[in-house]
Structure formats: structure tokens, C-alpha cells
């Protein structure tokens, strides 16, 4: 897509210092909005219709003040439409494979992106409200990412896999920083090995509010009695609509440091926190914990962006593919739209039905 690396470089990526300027910038653009909610009437009208799903003028202004927003520039309308035409595509596309895409799913993921940026929820909410923007624009774009995602990385597995052979020749290739020291051959930094068994207490689609908090004192008394993993499995085994997952190795370079620190808190034999997910209220057991050589950071991040390379290409062909076949029907006067070429394809949404980096992959 046309701005995904900006909307990456904004929240979705770990990057610290771009948040800092979209918000002084943000409060720059708050003088200037009042005059834009009159028009909705007009901005209501319909564009466009995408597999059926419609395109309005509100939706186009939207996607050009999220654009202003994370990439600080204006972009033409036909960019725009073209930008808009993919996230449609990706959602409808989405919905043709039954990927299930929640509204809590959306959510943990904009909540995040706020987290990432060291804003609440609401500040985050706020920030783009006194830009213009309403918060939905954010999240249908999220919704259609995490599909794209959750499609790609199921559809082409096999095609984005990344060898130690093209990892150690990009390592090789890329030029030394300076200063930096070189690791002995072969060695590996030390680091941990966790082995964790994910424990999830089922909780119904649509389920309450008060539902799901049961759930979660449920899993609460469970981790108050939970002092090793040979007794504690066998007994959450027992209760009603729980399930235990097999075992899962992660090794400390795979993980967030807020994932690391929460992880080397937790005594072996014992659970982490609940936390509700698109699944239900979900606990990890920490059943062992050793040192080991573990891939080293530099190494980890060239294999990433191998990884993304592959993914971006691979979802770039995909969805020329699907525009081909989609069936766009303009309702208003209009000159065809061009596709637009080189637009970047969008890094994988880690999360929810693609799971985000952290504890919870499968």
C-alpha cells in the first residue's frame, strides 16, 4: 500500500522517535479542523463501489488527513481512491477466506499502537480526533492489514521462508558499523530458552462483559493454586472449557523486552497474568527456563527484513492480482484511475489472528 510503511513508522513498528513529531504535529493541525465536520452531507456521497463495498468522499478526506497525519505530505485523490480500493480489496478478500477479524482484535491492536507511542487509548483517540481524523478510519485500515497479513503469511508460507544460507550472505554483504564488535565465528550472545505451555479458558463469540471477567477470576484461582507443571497442567486439564496447549520453545531473542522482563519475573512452574484475547482469557505456564546461545540481534534483524522483503513482494503480485479480478464500479463521473506503481505491500499486523510478536506464538 501507498502509506503502510508510514502508518509502520508511526505506531506499528518499535521505532521511538517518529511518535514524538506526529503528535506536536497533530496539535498543529487541531486550529484548523472545526470548519471540516460541517460538509458530512456532501462528504457522505458515494464514489465508488469495491466488491460491493461502497467508497465515499467522507472516505477518501479521511484517508488524505491519516495520510497528512503519519507521512507529514499531501497526496493526490486518485492516490488516495487506489489506497482505499486495496484496503477493500484486502478486507473482502479477508472475508472469502473466513479469516475472522473481531472488533477486540482492532482494538488491542489500536490500543497498542497508542501504547507504543506511551499514550492511553483515549489520548490516542484524542490525538487523532484534533488532527480530524476520526478513530474508525485508524482501525478500518488496521482490519484490513491484519487480514492481509493473516492471508499472506497462510497462503504463501512455503515462498516466505528465510534460509540461514541468505541470512549469513546479507550479514556478509551489509557494511560494518563502526566500532561495532565483530562476534567470534560460529558464537552466538547468550541469552534464555523458555519453554511455555499456553492455557486458554474458552470464552463464547459475543460473550459479556460479565462472562468474560468470570472467566477471568476462573483463571485467576488457577494461577493462585499453580506451583509446578506436572500437577498444574493435569489439574487445569480438568476444568470446564479449558484448553492446554503443547509445549512452545522461545528463545529470548524471538521476544519484546516487556515480554522478557515479564517472562523473567515469573518463578518456573508458575503462570503469567490472564489476558483476554479474540480466543478467550488466555495464561502461559513457564515450565523451564535455561541459558542458551541464542541468535544473536543483528542477526535476528537481518533475517526480519529478509522476511519482509519476501512478504512485500509476495503481497504485492497477490494483490495486483485480486484488482484484476475485482469488480469496481464508479458512481460518479470520473477518469479511470491508474494503478499505482511501486506501492509498497503492507509488514505483517503481529497480532490476533496473526499472532504479534511476543509469548503468544503458536
Sequence with gaps: MMW?????????????????????????????????VAAAPAQAQVVLFVNGDPITN??????????????????????????????????????????????????????????????????????????????????????????????????FQARLQVNEKDVLQAMESEPKKDGADAPAAGESPLGFEYTLRPILFVVGRGASPEAIELRKKEAEALRSQFDSCDTGIRYARSLRDVAVRESILKSSADLAPAIREILDKVPVGHLTSPEVTARGVELFALCNKRQARVESVAKAEVKNKLYGEKFEAQGKRFLAELRRSALIEWKEPQEPI?????????????ESNAHPPGVKTE
Design 4 to 36: 503502510t510503511h508510514g502508518i509502520s513508522a508511526f505506531v506499528l513498528s518499535r521505532a521511538g522517535s517518529s511518535g514524538c513529531s506526529v503528535i506536536k504535529r497533530a496539535g498543529l493541525l487541531t486550529a484548523t479542523i472545526g470548519c471540516l
Design 338 to 350: 491508474k494503478e499505482v506503481r511501486g506501492k509498497r505491500g503492507a509488514k505483517p499486523a503481529k
Design 58 to 155: 467522507f472516505d477518501i478526506e479521511q484517508r488524505g488527513k491519516l495520510v497528512q497525519l503519519t507521512l507529514h505530505k499531501t497526496v493526490g485523490r486518485e492516490e488516495l481512491i487506489n489506497d482505499l480500493i486495496d484496503d477493500k480489496i484486502k478486507i473482502s478478500v479477508g472475508k472469502r477466506y473466513r479469516i475472522d477479524i473481531t472488533d477486540s482484535d482492532v482494538d488491542k491492536q489500536f490500543a497498542e499502537m497508542g501504547a507504543r507511542i506511551h499514550m492511553g487509548k483515549s489520548q490516542f483517540e484524542q490525538v487523532l480526533t484534533q488532527a480530524g481524523v476520526e478513530p474508525d478510519t485508524m482501525k478500518e485500515h488496521i482490519k484490513a492489514e491484519i487480514s492481509w497479513a493473516t492471508i499472506v503469511q497462510g497462503k
